[in-house]
């Protein structure tokens, strides 16, 4: 239930307002000095009335609630009046749980952000024996934002091999990466096998030490595919070696006697070069 403070002023001119406090029938004035805290009304709740009164009241609390009933009223008006009282609380607790409802935003997912891919593939020619000719080699730079890049990197040969016939000296695929603008590859991808696992090991060939591992698995039976951050598979350029030695494999060719490895070279001159989006930063770059 409501309890309502009635401001009235003496008249137009006067500036001294006195409160009326109504009990039951009884109307008494009261200094304003006297005027509790409770009998203040916030200011959003004021009601403007015709004349120099003003309304102002206050909401229901715990003590607002206990009904005085006035001089002359019945039992059965008190529980009306009581009735009516809880439905208009309730009205304006739906009401404005209602409002904040409407009102909240909505939170929706961000967007995934677009990816733009480029590939470029280069083919060869079949000019070598043995199981490790290429065929073809592509890299796929695939761009999220400036920061967020990644490179992939794929060998098809001409025929079938095992994981097994790879090993770490004699049969292996190397790619040699140009990270900066110097002459020569500042790093290196060795893809061999050990214990019939594939894996592609990123090497300094300033310090011959091992970088990272990165990850890598066969994509059919004569291809394999390398996958990595812009920071470790990035590259200015690069080129691709294959080498197989096998007593079983007719050998390419001798020198002094001695049989040379079976290997190819793509491209078999110069480098293959990568859009400026796969170099590496130079905070990028390791050692």
């Given at each position: 239930?409501?309890?309502?403070?009635?401001?009235?002023?003496?008249?137009?001119?006067?500036?001294?307002?006195?409160?009326?406090?109504?009990?039951?029938?009884?109307?008494?004035?009261?200094?304003?000095?006297?005027?509790?805290?409770?009998?203040?009304?916030?200011?959003?709740?004021?009601v403007s009335t015709p004349g120099h009164?003003?309304?102002?009241?206050?909401?229901?609390?715990?003590?607002?609630?206990?009904?005085?009933?006035?001089?002359?009223?019945?039992?059965?008006?008190?529980?009306?009046?009581?009735?009516?009282?809880?439905?208009?609380?309730?009205?304006?607790?739906?009401?404005?749980?209602?409002?904040?409802?409407?009102?909240?935003?909505?939170?929706?997912?961000?967007?995934?952000?677009?990816?733009?891919?480029?590939?470029?593939?280069?083919?060869?020619?079949?000019?070598?024996?043995?199981?490790?000719?290429?065929?073809?080699?592509?890299?796929?730079?695939?761009?999220?934002?400036?920061?967020?890049?990644?490179?992939?990197?794929?060998v098809r040969t001409y025929d079938?091999?095992?994981?097994?016939?790879?090993?770490?000296?004699?049969?292996?695929?190397?790619?040699?990466?140009?990270?900066?603008?110097?002459?020569?590859?500042?790093?290196?991808?060795?893809?061999?096998?050990?214990?019939?696992?594939?894996?592609?090991?990123?090497?300094?060939?300033?310090?011959?030490?091992?970088?990272?591992?990165?990850?890598?698995?066969?994509?059919?039976?004569?291809?394999?595919?390398?996958?990595?951050?812009?920071?470790?598979?990035?590259?200015?350029?690069?080129?691709?070696?294959?080498?197989?030695?096998?007593?079983?494999?007719?050998?390419?060719?001798?020198?002094?006697?001695?049989?040379?490895?079976?290997?190819?070279?793509?491209?078999?001159?110069?480098?293959?070069?990568?859009?400026?989006?796969?170099?590496?930063?130079?905070?990028?770059?390791?050692?």
């Amino acid at each position: 239930m409501r309890s309502v403070v009635v401001m009235c002023a003496r008249s137009s001119r006067s500036p001294l307002r006195r409160p009326i406090t109504r009990t039951g029938s009884v109307h008494r004035l009261r200094p304003r000095a006297q005027l509790s805290t409770t009998d203040a009304a916030p200011p959003s709740l004021i009601v403007s009335t015709p004349g120099h009164c003003r309304r102002e009241a206050t909401p229901p609390d715990s003590a607002a609630m206990s009904f005085r009933r006035p001089k002359g009223t019945s039992m059965r008006k008190r529980r009306l009046h009581q009735r009516a009282a809880a439905l208009t609380l309730c009205s304006a607790v739906s009401a404005l749980t209602c409002a904040e409802a409407t009102a909240a935003p909505t939170s929706s997912p961000p967007p995934p952000s677009a990816e733009r891919v480029t590939r470029t593939t280069t083919t060869d020619p079949a000019d070598t024996r043995g199981p490790f000719d290429i065929a073809a080699v592509t890299h796929r730079i695939a761009v999220r934002g400036r920061s967020d890049v990644s490179v992939a990197l794929a060998v098809r040969t001409y025929d079938r091999f095992r994981t097994a016939e790879l090993n770490r000296h004699r049969r292996n695929f190397v790619i040699e990466l140009g990270t900066d603008g110097e002459r020569g590859a500042s790093r290196n991808i060795t893809v061999y096998a050990r214990r019939g696992r594939l894996r592609a090991d990123l090497i300094s060939n300033a310090t011959r030490e091992r970088i990272a591992r990165l990850s890598i698995r066969r994509s059919g039976p004569r291809s394999f595919r390398i996958r990595g951050p812009r920071r470790l598979t990035g590259a200015r350029r690069y080129f691709v070696v294959s080498r197989y030695e096998d007593h079983a494999t007719a050998p390419c060719g001798t020198v002094g006697g001695e049989p040379v490895t079976c290997g190819d070279h793509v491209p078999e001159r110069g480098w293959l070069r990568m859009d400026r989006p796969a170099w590496p930063l130079p905070s990028e770059r390791p050692a």
